[in-house]
């Protein structure tokens, strides 16, 4: 069965500081991949996906992410954090249909 | 241009009562989808339609009926409102032919609340 693990609730993040999302998926083959981004009373946004080749995908805002099949990761990373960056990050693994990780909310302090 | 809309944003209503939420997107999509997300951010897939057909229908009560008119709507009707359906319901469309495996765009979400 499909399943997203974001093992991080919550992440404080000190702004120019680097980040790290982590992402655990489970799934039976070649997943669809998916970082999206929800901003307070906003929508959810896409941030980058893979599907097959390159394992390191960049997105958009500067964020990028790197699939590694041998520990069935895909976490996101952004070297230098600005404050807008504060928000709600979801990971996603899509087959028949999509499945959502809980989130981890990013706070960033000035 | 607004991409994929929701109305109303906010509801507000009693336990029993019966409400609809409307969603409509202008991006020539063809697969479309209802989520609704919990108090602590969760987002479970309800319904998805592609091009009108009903392909996802998760384990949610009868009370919830999606209806798409065409493929550029899919409303929300919800009968017999209980507290339980308090949360944020998000509407969202996508591209491909094979649910779930393109880029999804996401309405703003309604946020329902019964009392």
């Known amino acids: 069965a499909q399943s997203v693990t974001q093992p991080d609730i919550h992440i404080t993040v000190s702004e120019g500081a680097s980040l790290e999302l982590r992402c655990n998926y489970s799934y039976g083959a070649t997943p669809y991949l998916f970082w999206y981004v929800q901003s307070p009373g906003q929508g959810l946004q896409l941030l980058l996906k893979?599907?097959?080749?390159?394992?390191l995908v960049q997105g958009i805002k500067g964020f990028e992410a790197e699939f590694k099949r041998s520990q069935s990761s895909f976490n996101l990373r952004k070297p230098s954090v600005h404050w807008s960056d504060a928000a709600e990050y979801f990971c996603a693994v899509s087959g028949f249909k999509t499945i959502f990780g809980a989130g981890t909310r990013l706070f960033v302090k000035a | 241009d607004t991409a994929v809309s929701q109305t109303p944003k906010y509801l507000v209503t009693q336990m029993g009562n019966d409400k609809s939420i409307k969603c409509e997107q202008n991006l020539g999509h063809d697969t479309m989808y209802w989520y609704k997300q919990d108090s602590k951010k969760f987002l479970k897939i309800m319904f998805s339609y592609n091009n009108k057909e009903l392909i996802i229908n998760e384990t949610v009560p009868n009370r919830f009926s999606p209806k798409s008119p065409d493929k550029a709507h899919l409303n929300l009707h919800i009968n017999s409102l209980e507290l339980g359906d308090s949360a944020v319901y998000f509407c969202a469309s996508s591209q491909e032919r094979t649910v779930g495996t393109d880029t999804q765009y996401f309405g703003p979400g309604t946020r329902l609340t019964v009392l």
């Open positions: 893979y599907f097959s080749g390159d394992t």
